[in-house]
């Protein structure tokens, strides 16, 4: 059965630091979503990642995919209070659209 | 383009009840899953349908079940609910069968149960 980790599950850092956020998935898999949820608010689509290699940016963030390692990192360069949520990283259980989410990072940014 | 809608945004039922939720998919859409979230337990995978038919199915009881109309809407149905039962769900939609696309995802209904 597929199981994805997430670590660490709450990180607090200051505003301008940079840290990473850690995504490790059990079974192989080509397709991992990174998502980010606001309190009380649904989930939105940050990056798809679709092949080994893959890295994608966005802003203060950036997401690269290992399928070799089933390992996935979501960078965050000098961080705002803006980026303050809780980040999801999720993994296709086979071909169909069966998404498995990871724990959650739940990420606060301090002035 | 609208989103993902998702009616009614907030509910509460007592033990014993049932509930049905909707959800409209983003125009052009024919794939809906439904996810349900817990503190406790995350963000669980319950169904997805695709062109009327169920193509997937999570580790829910059968008290948990859906349906796809034409239009591509999907309705969740919940019998004879338990506390445990206390939730955010959440349905998502997409383009094409199978994860080729990103998944879209609703606000979500609050069903909170007593």
């Known amino acids: 059965e597929l199981k994805v980790e997430q670590n660490p599950l709450f990180l607090s850092m200051q505003e301008g630091k940079n840290y990473t956020i850690y995504c490790n998935y059990s079974t192989t898999s080509d397709r991992l979503y990174w998502y980010r949820q606001d309190p009380g608010k649904s989930l939105e689509s940050l990056f798809v990642l679709l092949s080994n290699g893959a890295v994608k940016q966005e802003g203060r963030l950036m997401a690269s995919l290992d399928t070799k390692a089933r390992l996935s990192t979501l960078h965050i360069t000098a961080a705002v209070h803006d980026l303050s949520a809780t980040y999801f990283c999720?993994?296709?259980?086979?071909?169909?659209?069966?998404?498995?989410f990871g724990t959650g990072t739940l990420l606060a940014v301090q002035p | 383009k609208a989103g993902v809608t998702q009616t009614p945004r907030y509910l509460i039922k007592t033990r014993g009840q049932q509930v049905t939720l909707s959800c409209s998919p983003i125009s052009g859409h024919r794939s809906v899953s439904w996810y349900q979230q817990t503190p406790g337990q995350g963000l669980q995978f319950l169904f997805e349908?695709?062109?009327?038919?169920?193509?997937n199915k999570g580790n829910f009881p059968g008290r948990f079940s859906g349906r796809q109309f034409s239009n591509s809407r999907s309705e969740m149905n919940v019998s004879t609910l338990e506390l445990g039962d206390s939730a955010l769900y959440l349905c998502?939609?997409?383009?094409?069968?199978?994860?080729?696309?990103?998944?879209?995802f609703g606000p979500g209904t609050r069903l909170l149960v007593l």
């Open positions: 999720a993994v296709e259980g086979g071909a169909t659209n069966k998404l498995i």
């Open positions: 998502a939609s997409s383009l094409e069968q199978g994860t080729l696309g990103t998944q879209y």
């Open positions: 349908y695709f062109s009327e038919t169920q193509r």
